[in-house]
């Protein structure tokens, strides 16, 4: 069975400082992955995704993230923080075949500190 | 880019009445649909599929009779929320797959989700 861990409900990072927001995910085959991004009472948007290809994987926003197949990791990154940045991200799994349903991490609340 | 738009985006309503939730495509056909259910700060459960023309597809422990769905055309899918109670209380969100593949998010794209209150 799929399914993808963000191991931190929150991450508290200063504007202007890098951040990482951790996820890990199992799957049976290739994975698909995703980040998705969530402002209050509005739905998902997409920041990037992994189908094949460079392990490091460029977004919108500024935001990246890091393929690692040997630690099961799909990590999402940024340089430098802004304020703007304070939302809720979501790491997804999406079957490869079937009905393409998305597996979703419990989310992390990122907090940028102005 | 493609669109999803859902309404409402909130409602409120009385115990025991029904609610509809739309969830249309807009620039693009979407032959699978999903809904899923969020709780405060929690992550989303997928309640269902749906694809057009066919019955949906439910989630292990989502009540069909409560939660119907509908999928009769393929810019179209409704989530009837039915004899709702305070317990269905929550943020419910559809998500469209473009069977073109689209640009964004591999061929899904999000609507903007309704928060339902039952009061």
């Known amino acids: 069975a799929q399914s993808v861990a963000q191991p931190e409900d929150q991450v508290n990072v200063a504007e202007g400082n890098p951040l990482t927001v951790k996820c890990t995910y199992s799957?049976?085959?290739?994975?698909?992955l995703f980040w998705y991004v969530q402002y209050p009472n509005r739905g998902l948007q997409f920041l990037l995704k992994y189908i094949t290809g460079d392990n490091l994987v460029k977004g919108s926003y500024g935001f990246e993230a890091e393929f690692n197949k040997s630690q099961t990791s799909f990590h999402l990154k940024k340089p430098s923080a802004l304020v703007s940045d304070s939302a809720l991200y979501f790491c997804a799994v999406r079957e490869a075949s079937g009905t393409y349903k998305y597996i979703f991490g419990t989310g992390t609340r990122l907090k940028v500190l102005a | 880019g493609a669109v999803v738009s859902q309404h409402p985006s909130w409602v409120i309503c009385k115990s025991g009445t029904s609610v509809k939730i739309e969830c249309r495509s807009l620039d693009f056909q979407a032959t699978t649909m999903f809904w899923y259910r969020q709780f405060p700060k929690q992550s989303l459960m997928l309640m269902a599929t749906?694809?057009?023309?066919?019955?949906?597809?439910?989630e292990q422990g989502v009540e069909k009779d409560k939660f119907l769905i509908n999928h009769a055309s393929l810019t179209l899918s409704t989530l009837t929320v039915t004899s709702a109670h305070p317990e269905d209380s929550s943020f419910y969100i559809c998500?469209?797959?473009?069977?073109?593949?689209?640009?964004?998010?591999?061929?899904?794209?999000f609507g903007s989700g309704t928060r339902l209150t039952v009061v």
């Open positions: 749906s694809n057009e023309g066919s019955k949906a597809t439910y």
């Open positions: 998500s469209a797959r473009d069977p073109e593949g689209g640009s964004i998010g591999y061929g899904y794209t």
């Open positions: 799957v049976s085959g290739n994975p698909y």
